[in-house]
């Protein structure tokens, strides 16, 4: 009888950035999930070894649920890099190179920030709980700008009983309806996020609030908190 050694190496995909809606900044930080894929001809996976290194420094394993789950979750930090990577071994005990993301950049822009326009009436005041101490606000048609560069982008805003409905356009084409109506109201919550943007083309982000409301809610307030973006920077 022949018996065929398994020399193939397993194979793995870098890990995909994604950020989930509807949960809010954990002590200023951003919660995304990774997801990667694995293969192997021979024997079969073994397990996966994830790793993150956090602006520049030595890579150091990130704990994940089993040994073959594919999905895991972090909360990255605002101003900080981050660059992940998944190694494959199968059963047979071939270990598969290295399947590494670029380097990541998480930048924050406040309601404040220069980089935002605003037209129509809007107001901006300190308020208990936001992200940084203060929101903008509009209740009747009113429009915030954002030009940014990068390969995902995030609103932070507040969701409340008395809260109200805005359209979201990305590149000039509406991406959304977001309804910041909740019978409990949250603070510094992700209300909308563009992910797998193309980083070579100039992005422009509008928030447009409509003075309009489910029926649920007492107002049409729309608010502010901040814009987050993900970049490549290597």
């Known amino acids: 009888m022949v018996v065929k050694l398994d020399r193939t190496l397993p194979q793995?995909?870098?890990?995909?950035?994604?950020?989930?809606?509807?949960?809010?900044?954990?002590?200023g930080a951003l919660?995304?999930?990774?997801?990667?894929?694995?293969?192997?001809?021979?024997?079969?996976?073994?397990?996966?070894?994830?790793?993150?290194?956090?602006?520049?420094?030595?890579y150091q394993d990130v704990s994940i649920p089993t040994m073959l789950t594919t999905t895991t979750h972090r909360n990255l930090a605002l101003g900080s890099t981050y660059q992940f990577r998944v190694q494959p071994t199968d059963l047979a005990g071939n270990v598969g190179t290295w399947a590494t993301t670029p380097n990541y950049r998480v930048d924050g822009y406040h309601e404040s920030n220069a980089a935002i326009t605003y037209t129509g009436a809007w107001t901006s005041g300190n308020v208990a709980g936001a992200w940084g101490g203060a929101m903008?606000?509009?209740?009747?048609?009113?429009?915030?700008?954002?030009?940014?560069?990068?390969?995902?982008?995030?609103w932070i805003s507040r969701v409340k009983s008395d809260r109200g409905l805005a359209e979201v356009w990305l590149d000039g084409a509406k991406v959304a309806t977001v309804d910041l109506?909740?019978?409990?109201?949250?603070?510094?919550?992700?209300?909308?996020a563009a992910t797998n943007l193309n980083q070579a083309t100039p992005h422009t982000l509008e928030i447009r609030v409509l003075g309009q409301k489910n029926?649920?809610?007492?107002?049409?307030r729309v608010e502010l908190d901040g814009l987050i973006v993900i970049e490549k920077v290597s």
């Open 12 to 27: 793995a995909t870098a890990p995909k950035l994604s950020i989930p809606e509807d949960v809010q900044l954990v002590n």
């Open 31 to 58: 919660s995304v999930n990774l997801t990667w894929t694995g293969s192997d001809t021979g024997s079969g996976l073994k397990r996966f070894q994830v790793q993150q290194s956090i602006n520049g420094g030595v």
């Open 136 to 154: 903008t606000w509009a209740d009747g048609p009113a429009r915030a700008t954002f030009a940014f560069s990068g390969t995902s982008v995030t």
């Open 181 to 192: 109506y909740a019978a409990s109201g949250s603070m510094q919550r992700v209300v909308f």
């Open 215 to 220: 029926p649920a809610s007492t107002s049409t």
